[in-house]
């Protein structure tokens, strides 16, 4: 399978705790993107990269929330001192580099975050 | 980016013909349609991106008047498989991120 993959799937943890999930782009991508979506909304951006350079970050994402994108493959998503409030579907996407009226993201499946 | 406005939630039959339409106002000239599908428990997949006039691909085809100020995703004889929300978004080249609203709520009926 050649598509975005993200792990795990589904991750329960307890209020105070720290989470970490991992995305691994489709290959070619230099450009790769976290999301956040909640239960009947749609994805609010979080944070993207180009290779290992995180080019912006949206206020959502607090100082409890870091990323990185070591060698600009694979990235990480972690979350420290976890909320309730931070029970989500957090999605990964990636992209080739932008071309003229090209808009097309590829999602990875979401990791489900439940803090209990 | 500009923002869209569209219906929360539609309802089709098998077979039939569904057109959801997008109001983007504030489109600008550089600014792209683009819709985006999405399954439960999934993450969202591109179905098409227009600029002007007419658009049609495997899937779909999207309608944009001369004045852009709107756009019409239509998908010919929907089946249950096409039950999802559908996201429409404008914005402008190079893969900048995504700004997503509610989207529409398709459920098909056999």
């Known amino acids: 399978d050649t598509g975005v993959s993200q792990d795990p799937r589904h991750k329960i943890t307890k209020r105070g705790q720290n989470v970490t999930f991992r995305c691994d782009p489709i290959?070619?991508?230099?450009?790769l993107y976290w999301y956040r979506q909640t239960l009947g909304q749609g994805p609010e951006f979080l944070t993207y990269?180009?290779?290992?350079?995180?080019?912006?970050k949206s206020r959502l994402l607090s100082d409890r929330f870091s990323a990185e994108r070591p060698k600009g493959s694979f990235s990480t998503l972690e979350i420290q001192r976890t909320e309730q409030g931070d029970s989500a579907m957090y999605l990964c996407?990636?992209?080739?580099?932008?071309?003229?009226?090209?808009?097309?993201?590829?999602f990875g499946p979401g990791t489900r975050l439940t803090v209990t | 980016l500009a923002k869209t406005t569209q219906p929360i939630s539609m309802d089709s039959y098998e077979g039939q013909e569904v057109n959801i339409t997008c109001s983007h106002n504030?489109?600008?000239?550089?600014?792209?349609i683009t819709w985006y599908q999405q399954f439960p428990s999934q993450g969202p997949r591109f179905i098409i991106q227009?600029?002007?006039t007419k658009v049609t691909n495997e899937v779909a085809s999207l309608f944009i008047p001369a004045d852009r100020k709107s756009s019409t995703l239509s998908l010919p004889r929907v089946s249950l498989s096409d039950t999802a929300v559908y996201y429409c978004?404008?914005?402008?080249?190079?893969?900048?991120?995504?700004?997503f609203g509610k989207g529409t709520r398709l459920s098909v009926i056999a």
């Open positions: 996407a990636s992209s080739l580099p932008g071309q003229g009226g090209s808009y097309e993201q590829y």
């Open positions: 290959s070619e991508h230099n450009r």
């Open positions: 990269f180009q290779n290992e350079a995180q080019l912006e």
């Open positions: 504030n489109i600008a000239t550089n600014d792209y």
């Open positions: 227009g600029y002007k």
């Open positions: 978004l404008v914005g402008g080249s190079g893969n900048t991120p995504l700004v």
